[in-house]
Nanobody
């Protein structure tokens, strides 16, 4: 059973930076499609960024140019570097994994394509 454990969430001021980390257990990590999602209470879970085993990436328009998804396959770790944070980035951030990315890249940011989830880490950005 794969386990995903996030860390790195914190409270920062607008314009600041954070790096989220997701440690994944599971021998097939290098084949996974990995993603970050975020969700506020009462709202839908929103795709933030996805990376496939070939390191191709997809980003939500709201974070392009500010966030970077990356992974260390040797250590089974997924990262999300978040720069120039804005108050609207305040959310619970979740790491997710799937055994392969969907064939259509436009599907990469939809949560129903991912079967493994972490517990989340809270990011709060104050103005």
């Amino acid at each position: 059973q794969e386990q995903l454990v996030e860390s790195g969430g914190d409270s920062v001021q607008a314009g600041g930076s954070l790096r989220l980390t997701c440690v994944v257990s599971g021998s097939t990590y290098r084949h996974y499609c990995m993603a970050w999602f975020r969700q506020a209470p009462g709202k839908k879970r929103e795709g933030v960024a996805t990376i496939d085993p070939d390191r191709t990436t997809v980003y939500a328009d709201s974070v392009k140019g500010r966030f970077t998804i990356s992974q260390d396959n040797a250590k089974n770790i997924l990262y999300l570097q978040m720069n120039n944070l804005k108050p609207e980035d305040t959310d619970m951030y979740y790491c997710a994994a799937a055994l392969g990315c969907p064939a259509e890249r436009m599907e990469w940011l939809f949560p129903y394509n991912f079967g493994y989830w972490g517990q989340g880490t809270q990011v709060t950005v104050s103005s």
